[in-house]
């Protein structure tokens, strides 16, 4: 295994960890290595790339929809080279001024606000969630007014400046969350038993996110677990290629950090699993 230091993506998004990747690659194999990386909004979009021949490998997040897509049938025949660990939550705050305290409460005032979040599209996971969050809180989205942006960056931009009442994001490790709430500072709502349960049933559980973790946020709050990349390739994936991104994806990690790259949401590539035995002693290997 190559020395160096770690793939590391809590401020990364899809895009950063699709390139530092294959900047990797090319660092360290001698030979030419032809192969293409998905290049996506790191959603279904880039898994649709896998199935139809038009990328080798793709990153996608978070691995939590992954799990539940695959429960579903949906990623039958694609493989995980690994993980890439990051913070994620999905979060749902509102302007401070507003008399909300769960989700649930948007139903009273749904004609006088806008949400910001992305688009339930067929491509993003976060919009997925997002809008399945919703129905299990009781809301008739039909009845909710949106505004459907992709990037957090953008949806915050949307609330700072008045455009939107309601945020619903992944928003961990977000420089612009902290502009954002500065501007107009905002109440976290509570997702609520009925939807952290619905999710959990399904295998997407939710996860603590302390205080100091985001800003204004004042007490711990439960949340929808939205971390971690998940890198994917189909079962035909040259060997060679999938060990060594395998490889690259455990360079520099401490033995439980490793084991967390190994634990996927969908099934290990073989010659990946082979990689991670051989090089990690005691990891648990295959899907979370």
Known sequence: MTGGSSLLADQADVRAVQGSIEQAIRQ?????????????RGGLDETAALFNKKADIAVVAPVAALRLLHQFGDLQGLFALGVVPRRGCLVAAADAALPLDTV???ADRADRMTIATPADDGVSLVGFAVHRALRLAGLGVGGLRFVYDA???????????????VVIHDMMSMPEWER???ARPVRYLRWGDRVLHGFAL????????????IPLL?????ALDCSDFAVLCRGDLDDALARLIAEILIRGRRPAETAEVARTPLPLHPAAARAYAELVADVPLGSR
Do not use: H, K, N
């Not at 990037?151 to 009442?165: Q, S």
């Not at 399904?202 to 973790?213: F, I, K, N, S």
């Open 28 to 40: 360290l194999t001698p030979r030419e290595v032809r192969f293409t990386c998905a290049s996506g």
């Open 104 to 106: 649930a409460d948007l």
């Open 151 to 165: 990037e957090p960056a953008d949806c915050l931009g949307r609330y700072a400046t008045g455009e939107a009442d």
């Open 180 to 182: 954002a709430v500065a």
């Open 202 to 213: 399904q295998g997407w559980l939710p996860r603590v996110v302390r205080a100091e973790q």
């Open 218 to 222: 004042g007490t711990d709050v439960t």
